[in-house]
């Protein structure tokens, strides 16, 4: 059992297997505590990357494996996609000894569709953009195949260990600009273009399209004739520039806003369908985006008022370098969704929030609006003093003695 009494209000931290047991489960433990921290999210299936971890006991940088999940599936559990196991069997055990450990409630952190190993599998099963090419590192939610993988890795997870929560990252589309290493480009993004290049138009979507009453194939033509405008006349636009674009776009173009909203239904049926298969001790919350600001989670298919309807609660990474703009993003989050509906994702340490100060106001200034769940991010990357700012700002922050 989880030590979370009822007034005592979450307060998670973000940690990958590896750092866990770099540090030892039972050290780990009794540090978070010291930190006045009472959960841990914990990543239970995650993506590639190149971590840097400044008090590593051994190690400064690691490369986890792909697409990988650290658990143990049930191989009876899933049908054409299955999950595939991190090769190190210790790294499977995290979830099993933070659980057994038990002084703080554990949280299950699922990257669902951002997966380029499942991805290389099933080249079929990815994002395709209007020139027909493949994002290896996306799952198209669309695919039947791909929804029933995310559903029966949730209802594996949520059947063998009793979390507090599950929280899912990526239910959705990414976004053109997220996730692959060695991106190369001579022509400035912007959010209007990513928006473009990120839109799937894989056979299932097309097929989705068409069942909402939309000629998908003119769609695909508009989407590719937008983009080659783009590359013809421009190398670079302002933010403001773009931004304006893609609401001028969303209000002219009725086909255009059918597209988005029936690739927002995917999501959120998607989401209601983990919800169903998950066991009712386990609250599901998800994370609605990767990207700033919030109001963007619509090019991922997030639809923020109707994910709250379908989970329990959104999980929303406040990723902003000063208080005023989390503030701020919360304040637009909170006119589609009420605050209890909300746990906050802070990252108190380079680029966001360095300064001890600054985080103590993004706290205030959330609780302000009625936020009282939060998570950080992420044990492993911050620092021994950053950790220990957020600690001293927690105790400040509850009145905990510290
Ligand atoms: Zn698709």
């Not at 841990?40 to 490369?63: D, E, I, N, W």
């Not at 839109?199 to 097309?206: Q, V």
């Not at 209601?272 to 600001?293: C, M």
């Not at 619509?298 to 929303?316: F, K, M, N």
Request: glycine letters at 8%; proline letters at 5%.
């Amino acid at each position: 059992m989880h030590t979370q009494t009822r007034g005592d209000s979450l307060r998670s931290i973000y940690t990958y297997p590896w750092d866990l047991f770099d540090t030892g489960v039972s050290n780990f433990v009794d540090e978070a505590l010291a930190l006045n921290l009472n959960g841990v999210t914990l990543a239970t299936s995650y993506h590639a990357g190149k971590f840097l971890r400044p008090q590593a006991r051994q190690g400064a940088v690691v490369f986890p494996e792909d697409g990988v999940v650290y658990f143990e599936p049930d191989a009876g559990g899933y049908e054409e996609v299955r999950p595939l196991a991190h090769s190190n069997p210790v790294l499977r055990k995290g979830l099993d000894a933070v659980l057994a450990d038990g002084r703080l409630s554990v949280h299950g952190w699922t990257v669902l569709l951002h997966n380029s190993r499942l991805g290389a599998m099933f080249p079929q099963y990815t994002c395709q953009n209007a020139f027909d090419e493949s994002y290896v590192y996306s799952l198209c939610p669309m695919q039947p195949a791909v929804m029933a993988y995310a559903v029966n890795l949730c209802r594996d997870l949520g059947a063998q260990y009793p979390l507090a929560s599950l929280v899912l990252e990526t239910p959705g589309w990414l976004p053109f600009a997220h996730g692959y290493h060695h991106e190369f480009a001579q022509v400035k993004s912007n959010v209007w273009l990513d928006g473009l290049l990120g839109t799937c138009f894989c056979p299932a979507c097309l097929h989705a399209f068409r069942l909402g009453g939309l000629d998908a194939g003119a769609i695909k033509t508009w989407t590719a004739a937008r983009i080659r405008q783009y590359f013809a006349a421009c190398d670079e636009t302002g933010a403001d520039q773009a931004a304006a674009w893609i609401s001028a776009d969303l209000l002219q173009d009725e086909a255009w806003r059918a597209v988005q909203q029936i690739r927002q239904q995917r999501v959120t049926e998607l989401v209601q369908a983990i919800r169903q298969a998950v066991p009712a001790r386990t609250q599901l919350t998800v994370i609605p985006t990767v990207q700033r600001p919030t109001a963007m989670c619509w090019q991922e298919g997030s639809d923020l008022a109707a994910l709250a309807q379908v989970a329990d609660r959104l999980e929303i990474p406040f990723y902003e370098p000063s208080a005023a703009r989390v503030v701020a993003d919360a304040m637009h989050c909170l006119t589609r969704v009420a605050p209890e509906k909300v746990r906050a994702i802070l990252r108190p340490g380079t680029p966001d929030l360095g300064d001890g100060r600054e985080l103590g106001e993004a706290l205030q200034g959330l609780a302000q609006q009625g936020v009282t769940e939060f998570a950080f991010y992420n044990y492993g990357l911050l620092g021994t003093r950053r950790l220990q700012a957020l600690g001293q700002q927690l105790a400040h922050f509850h009145g905990v003695r510290s």
